[in-house]
């Protein structure tokens, strides 16, 4: 072997030698310190913590990350008050991100309103279709004279129409808003359902307009008809006639049932129009909260009256004689109108009042 190779075979070996010492030293080395603006190791707990959860992961509301310490989630979304973030657009309610007492409020709607109201109209229906088995059609005892009087006007039938027809479409697409989505979308499909709820949700807008119109000008028609009397005591005494058969109590142009009727319409039309100005102008009266108690006031009266309006529509159409007559043409036989508004008659008639024995004739 030369010279030259036992030179460059010597420093092969020295730069072998020199890069396994720096590996080793590189490997032994401990880590610099961290200074305050690094970012600070992640520990292998942390990571885990930081890690996005598998799906499936959490077994139970309690174990969920935002439950915390709570119980469930349910307490905590009631310990929350209402969270905010933050909006460029002039619109700050937007910013509104959580508001538990939206929870309560809508647990308020499809818990006890809806099941009360649904047993509310149905009980109502029940309890009519069993008085009309058992009672049958209330027919004039005396039989049709042949000779009629004018009930109602031409004014009087319009505004009576006009306030029922808007409070029957009111009625039915309320009724939509609150069972729709229980009873008419299995039925009818998502597609059809929704063009029909957008439909009704115009005409509960605009038709509510023709109601509140109809209660102001019945209120002024009839209120002087409708304050109570002694007359009002002996018709009650009795149940006006409609269980028992030859018994007509007095009553002048309004009796006491129907007085009842009068002023449930008043004071509920009265109340659903100021609460549903308030939902029909939302933020112009007040806050979310004002809105979610005005809803629930409209949807709790709109469902009494609903039921009360059943009641009326069956007695005056399925359920007694004539009566039907007296908003269709006006027009009703003097024996009807002496068996079920005797005293009326006889104010119109000017004839003497009819004696009436034990509170009926």
């Known amino acids: 072997m030369t010279l030259a190779t036992k030179i460059r075979t010597l420093a092969l070996v020295a730069c072998a030698l020199g890069f396994f010492v720096a590996g080793q030293s590189v490997a032994q080395t401990p880590p610099a310190p961290v200074n305050a603006t690094s970012t600070p190791p992640v520990s292998a707990t942390e990571g885990a913590r930081l890690m996005p959860p598998a799906v499936g992961a959490y077994q139970s509301p309690s174990q969920r990350p935002e439950a915390g310490l709570m119980a469930n989630d349910a307490e905590l979304l009631h310990a929350l008050t209402p969270t905010r973030g933050w909006v460029s657009i002039p619109d700050q309610k937007a910013a509104t991100l959580i508001q538990p007492a939206g929870r309560d409020w809508r647990q308020t709607v499809k818990g ?47 505004v009576h129409w006009m306030t029922a027809g808007a409070f029957v479409v009111l009625a039915i697409s309320g009724l939509n808003i609150t069972y729709g989505r229980y009873l008419l979308l299995p039925l009818l499909g998502p597609d059809a359902f929704t063009s029909l709820s957008v439909l009704l949700k115009y005409a509960h807008n605009y038709l509510s307009f023709a109601f509140m119109l109809g209660v102001v000008l019945m209120f002024v028609m009839w209120v002087r008809h409708n304050i109570p009397s002694k007359l009002d005591l002996q018709w009650l005494a009795v149940g006006g006639g409609l269980f028992s058969k030859g018994v007509h109590p007095p009553a002048d142009k309004f009796n006491a049932g129907q007085k009842l009727i009068f002023w449930s319409v008043i004071v509920g039309g009265a109340t659903l129009s100021f609460t549903g100005i308030w939902l029909l102008f939302p933020f112009q009266f007040g806050d979310v909260s004002s809105m979610q108690l005005m809803q629930v006031i409209h949807a709790i009266v709109g469902l009494v009256l609903t039921a009360i309006v059943i009641a009326h529509i069956y007695i005056g159409s399925l359920g007694m004689e004539q009566a039907f007559d007296a908003m269709g043409t006006g027009q009703v036989d003097e024996n009807w109108a002496k068996e079920h508004h005797g005293v009326w008659l006889a104010k119109v008639k000017g004839q003497a009042m009819p004696a009436y024995k034990m509170g009926h004739d």
């Open 112 to 158: 006890p309103i809806r099941v009360w109201g649904s047993w509310l109209i149905l009980g109502m229906c029940c309890l009519l279709i069993a008085f009309y088995l058992l009672r049958g059609k209330i027919m004039i005892d005396s039989g049709l004279s042949g000779r009629t009087i004018e009930r109602f006007n031409g004014t009087e039938r319009f």
